[in-house]
């Protein structure tokens, strides 16, 4: 992909995030976020040929790009140190784009929504992540006997996505490193 389509997903992605904050994706409509993201309709249309097309795209973008940063994470040699590190990087990341873990809470379970297909995928992605660096702590003989490492990966990609939500609309006082301490605690008390 060139740089300059690069940069026009990365501002369609960043205007559809903007807009669906407040709206959710179902009533978003193309000419809006072609006049967020500054572009001609007839851009959207041709990169990604409907409204679906450019969702779909987006939302592999943007959990592309969290799966990107998770893995970059991952290089601390102690390999609780690395699943904090992930953490972290997750926070910043939804931080970033306070809207991506608003939009994934609610169309993720909705059931049936338009886009569960793409962010089942989606999901297992970042969950694939999870469970290689839980599998890791589990390798250094850090986790308590009887822990499933699949079951705990989903429960820490959910308790991410709903305490960094909640930090993001309730508690925007509390400052990222505060949300990664309360998150690692639970980890802290699970890993030895």
């Known amino acids: 992909m060139s ?52 969702i779909d795209a987006l939302l592999r973008y943007g959990v592309g790009q969290l799966a990107d940063r998770l893995r970059e994470a ?7 140190e690395a699943l904090e590190s992930q953490v972290d990087s997750a926070l910043r990341f939804i931080a970033e784009y306070p809207g991506f873990s608003q939009i994934l809470v609610s169309e993720m379970w909705r059931t049936p929504g338009q886009w569960h297909e793409t962010l089942s995928l989606l999901r297992e992605e970042i969950i694939s992540i999870v469970k290689e660096q839980l599998q890791r702590v589990a390798d250094a003989g850090r986790l308590p006997d009887g822990v499933q490492i699949p079951t705990a990966a989903a429960g820490l990609f959910g308790t991410l996505l709903v305490v960094a939500l909640d930090w993001q609309v309730f508690q925007r006082q509390r400052s990222r490193d505060e949300v990664r301490e309360s998150v690692m605690v639970l980890i802290r008390g699970l890993a030895r």
């Open 3 to 54: 740089a300059r389509a690069d940069a026009t997903r990365r501002r369609l992605f960043e205007a559809t995030l903007k807009l669906a904050t407040d709206r959710g994706l179902v009533g978003l409509t193309v000419d809006e976020i072609a006049a967020e993201a500054g572009v001609a309709k007839g851009t959207v249309y041709y990169n990604f040929g409907s409204k679906d097309g450019l």
């Open 74 to 80: 991952a290089a601390p040699a102690d390999p609780v």
